[in-house]
């Protein structure tokens, strides 16, 4: 593509442009007419600052690097709002869930709690820790103060299931 | 043996930017019979069309294979290049190179190339069976029913009446007016819209010409162009139209109230009233859902006040049958409702209005009586938010433009802005501002000079506050900056749909339909006035989205295109019709039963002292579909110009190329 990011210097990259769009299926998701409405809505710009219609509109100007490498794609509340909302039918969530994807392919700035969740679902077979709860009257309780059953760690062949089906992903 | 001459047209490069125009010529004087070979950059152009001619004389040419643009574009103008030879036109035959083959083959050049080939071979061996016609003649109606009274219907039927034609207008709402009845002001003069139409409506009951049907529906439509026979049905009124004098005495002691059409239901009106303050007929109706005496043989009280005499509860619908020559459809769109979309809560709060309801309550003669206010209060507001492509320019709605959203919404903030004054904020959040039409850009131009916000961003929703007030939050684009704007009144720039009963016109009147729903045109650049049914016409929003500028243009040309058709009193027919043989014929009559215009007749015929049944075609009435031709079982049925025998000479060179490549024929 003939054009500079003269902010950055940035050039855009052709092939992981082709690639990445070769990923979405095509250019319909990202088939945006820049109308904000995704961005009035976003739940994650306030406080994150996510411009859902920036991304796509990186995307297709070609800095897909650019956009693995960074912080922003991170930010998403995956609330889905866009996706129902979108007139044209485009689908910001659907263009960042790729982009975290290819981020972690690269293994390019992956925040850390991603990672710790992923160690924490091989190793408890649970997405969260089991924590103790404190209530109001600031009574603590778990699981065995309520007389809930223990959870047990995953077998062996849950690990490798999970495993393989992260490669096969990738 | 006849002797072909094989024109092929690049179209510029729209034919030979992808096929081999000149293997295609070599390939065609390879072909028996073809006595000549040409190719030329526009074949339709005089330089090209003379090449025909000069060589027609030269070389005694007797038949003609154009190999060019679809036929539907340009078979007229070569059969009159072919008549002016002196050949006569029906021994050509076009080959279509353009959009069946080089238009979607565009990235394939050798198949393209390849195909062209085999459609000259097909085209060739065709044109050898061909028949000299001659074209028919017959009578016509000098009269046009409208069909739907909003200002395109008015507009074409004051145009054709003022010319002597007889016109009979047709309306199912018991006044003419349409959508632009409802509106307050016109952009870009800001001319009020009643006073522009309502002379336009008396105008139409009170001329000569035209016969004024309201309320009324048209039921069946038979016939072919020149000579369409229309059934319409009236409904009851229960007011004798003669009698009623329109005094509204028996609006005034009527008990039952009922939402007020003509406003949208913002307001009530009895269950006998007139339709609108500018109703022309200016004549009461009953609706026969709430009236107490029709549904309970109660009440009665407007009889009782009716010096006219004027109500008739007797009274039942009406068959009226006319003949027509040409038809114009001028049947209108519907406004979107915006309650398919819940993010803008349109239903769910008072305050979020549509664009239609805006100008009702803007309008003098509507309920509020021009005072723009909250419908939840009954406060003026202090801001106002309109919300553009509100079901337009969305895939999940309706995909295309509506065209008048952005300039009825830059309308409404203007008159908001007057109305309310400077003291009032007004926004108008926007993705595209199109603002395209004669003066257009000058209004956006006013717009911005009264101090009317613009944001560059739609919201992604309407949400209400714990006080009940609305608000939004949009991004804007320009200033990158996400805003919180509270509104008193949402504004939903709603856009124009096709009418909900457009499946029963489309098959009432035998016209197609085009993807987005609206009335199908015969061509998009070229004939935007007609249908492709001959003798019926097109005009305003039921052909596409418009406004008023453009519905009235569209509706005069309508207008002056059924002029062109009647003028003369005949009307000139293709030769092609279906023609029976006799001796086949079994007399099963099913024929005579897939005709859909009535054209098969069946008579007794008496042969060696037996009596036999036996089909003929009345050929005044036939338009040539073919479909009796197909449903013969006996093969005793033919059409013209496209014989069994030039049919299948295409077929059979179409497989012998096939065969060739080991393929199997058919």
């Not at chain 2, 092929?8 to 390879?30: F, P, Q, R």
């Not at chain 2, 003291?423 to 101090?451: M, P, S, T």
């Not at chain 2, 939050?473 to 509270?486: A, F, Q, S, W």
């Not at chain 2, 031709?629 to 049925?637: E, L, N, Q, R, V």
């Amino acid at each position: 593509m003939s054009l500079i990011d003269l902010m950055s210097m940035a050039k855009p990259n052709l092939k992981s442009r082709e690639k990445f769009l070769a990923r979405l299926g095509g250019t319909e998701l990202v088939n945006c007419f820049q109308c904000m409405k995704c961005t009035s809505g976003c739940t994650s710009l306030k406080l994150l600052e996510l411009k859902p219609h920036e991304i796509t509109k990186l995307v297709r100007l070609g800095f897909v690097d650019e956009l693995a490498s960074s912080d922003i794609i991170w930010a998403c509340a995956t609330c889905l709002k866009c996706v129902q909302r979108c007139p044209q039918k485009a689908s910001p969530y659907h263009v960042i869930m790729a982009l975290r994807n290819l981020a972690v392919e690269r293994e390019a700035n992956v925040p850390e709690a991603y990672l710790k969740a992923v160690s924490q679902i091989l190793e408890t077979g649970v997405t969260a820790p089991v924590q103790k709860v404190t209530t109001k009257k600031m009574e603590v309780f778990d699981r065995e103060s309520l007389k809930l059953p223990k959870i047990n760690a995953p077998k062996e062949s849950f690990q490798s299931t999970f495993l393989k089906a992260l490669e096969e992903k990738q | 043996m006849a002797k072909v001459g094989v024109y092929v047209c690049h179209c510029g490069l729209n034919i030979a930017g992808v096929v081999d125009v000149e293997k295609v010529v070599e390939h065609a004087e390879s072909l028996p019979d073809v006595a000549i070979a040409k190719h030329y950059a526009y074949m339709c152009s005089e330089t090209g069309q003379s090449m025909i001619q000069e060589d027609i004389k030269k070389h005694n040419l007797d038949r003609i294979v154009v190999a060019a643009c679809s036929p539907r574009m340009h078979e007229e103008t070569f059969r009159k290049t072919v008549a002016e030879a002196r050949l006569n036109p029906y021994l050509l035959e076009v080959v279509n190179l353009r959009e069946q083959c080089s238009w979607p083959h565009s990235d394939e050049p050798e198949n393209a190339t390849e195909k062209a080939r085999e459609l000259v071979t097909m085209g060739v061996a065709r044109v050898k069976f061909l028949e000299p016609l001659e074209k028919r003649r017959i009578s016509v109606e000098k009269n046009v029913l409208v069909v739907g009274g909003g200002i395109a219907g008015i507009q074409a039927s004051l145009d054709l009446a003022d010319a002597g034609f007889k016109v009979c207008l047709v309306e199912k709402a018991p006044s003419i007016g349409g959508r632009m009845a409802q509106l307050d002001k016109t952009f870009p003069t800001l001319d009020c819209s009643a006073c522009i139409l309502t002379p336009k409506m008396v105008d139409v009951a009170k001329h000569p010409n035209i016969e004024l049907l309201t309320n009324t529906e048209v039921t069946c439509v038979s016939g072919f162009v020149g000579n369409y026979e229309v059934t319409a049905v009236k409904k009851s009124r229960y007011v004798d139209e003669d009698r009623c004098i329109g005094c509204e005495l028996c609006t005034q002691v009527c008990p039952v109230k009922v939402p007020d059409k003509i406003n949208e239901g913002l307001s009530e009106t009895r269950a006998i009233s007139i339709y609108s303050p500018h109703a022309v007929p200016k004549v009461a109706i009953i609706n026969p859902t709430y009236c107490l005496r029709l549904k309970y043989n109660a009440c009665g009280k407007c009889v009782d006040v009716c010096e006219a005499k004027a109500i008739n509860f007797e009274q039942q619908p009406k068959t009226i049958q006319f003949k027509v020559g040409g038809i114009i459809l001028a049947v209108g769109s519907e406004v979107f409702d915006a309650s398919k979309m819940p993010e803008f809560g349109y239903g769910r709060f008072k305050n979020v209005i549509s664009n239609i309801e805006f100008e009702r309550i803007s309008d003098a003669s509507g309920p509020t009586g021009g005072k723009i206010i909250c419908p939840q209060n009954g406060e003026p507001p202090k801001s106002v938010v309109f919300i553009q492509c509100v079901g337009s320019r969305d895939k999940r709605f309706h995909e295309y433009c509506c065209r008048v959203g952005c300039m009825v919404s830059l309308k409404q903030a203007i008159l908001a802005r007057e109305k309310l004054g400077r003291n009032a904020d007004v926004y108008i959040c926007f993705n595209d501002l199109r603002a395209f039409g004669k003066g257009y850009e000058e209004f956006y131009e006013r717009a911005r000079g009264l101090d009317i916000n613009f944001i560059a961003g739609l919201p992604s929703d309407i949400r209400s506050a714990a006080d009940g007030s609305l608000y939004s939050d949009v991004y804007d684009r320009g200033i990158n900056k996400l805003l919180e704007i509270h509104a008193d009144l949402v504004v939903l720039a709603n856009g124009l749909v096709p009418n909900s009963d457009f499946d029963k016109i489309s098959e009432l009147f035998r016209v197609s339909r085009s993807a987005d729903g609206f009335l199908l045109e015969a061509h998009p650049k070229l004939r935007p006035l007609e249908s492709p049914t001959a003798g019926i016409f097109l005009a305003g929003t039921c052909q596409g989205p418009k406004d008023i500028p453009d519905t009235v243009a569209q509706a005069s040309g309508a207008a002056s295109k059924a002029i062109d058709l009647l003028s003369s009193g005949e009307i000139e027919l293709e030769p092609l019709r279906a023609v029976v043989n006799k001796d086949s014929c079994s007399g099963c009559r099913i024929c005579e039963s897939v005709c859909p215009y009535n054209a098969v007749e069946m008579k007794t015929e008496e042969i060696n002292g037996v009596e036999n049944l036996r089909a003929e075609v009345v050929e005044a009435m036939c338009q040539g579909c073919g479909l009796c031709a197909s449903a013969c079982p006996a093969g005793a049925i033919e059409m013209q110009h496209y014989t069994d025998e030039q049919v299948l000479a295409q077929v059979y060179a179409a497989s012998l190329k096939t065969e060739a490549r080991g393929g199997s024929p058919i």
